[in-house]
């Protein structure tokens, strides 16, 4: 199971930080992403890191301004937003499977999801 947590209202400019926690069988997580959807939107790779990292894999529209992590117990991982614009209003989700390389941004490679924290920018 995953939860996520932190989502809220900002404005722009602002920060934001969001909490995944996995319970239940957390040896096994190989990769843990994050995701996000907009209303009438797919759902929109944000970033992801795999089994051992260390290195994070961003959206093109996030590199820069949010940073992932991921705790040393590998069941935990955390989404630091900053400089949040309106187009990052979202339902944010967290995410865990086993992806390979190519297809880290893909949602259909990830099994199991959070119920999703909403996040707000207003202009």
């Known amino acids: 199971q995953l939860e996520e947590s932190g989502g809220g209202l900002v404005q722009a400019g602002g920060s934001l930080g969001l909490t995944c926690v996995a319970s239940g069988a957390t040896s096994s997580i190989h990769t843990m992403a994050w995701f996000r959807q907009a209303p009438g939107k797919d759902r929109e790779f944000v970033a992801a890191i795999r089994q051992g990292g260390p290195n994070p894999y961003y959206a093109t529209s996030v590199k820069g301004r949010f940073t992932m992590s991921r705790d040393k117990s590998q069941n935990t991982a955390a989404l630091q937003m900053n400089s949040l614009k309106p187009e990052d209003t979202a339902v944010y989700y967290c995410?865990?499977?086993?992806?390979?390389?190519?297809?880290?941004?893909?949602?259909?490679?990830?099994?199991?999801w959070g119920q999703g924290t909403q996040v707000t920018v207003s202009s």
């Open positions: 995410a865990t499977g086993q992806p390979i390389l190519s297809a880290i941004t893909r949602a259909d490679m990830y099994r199991t």
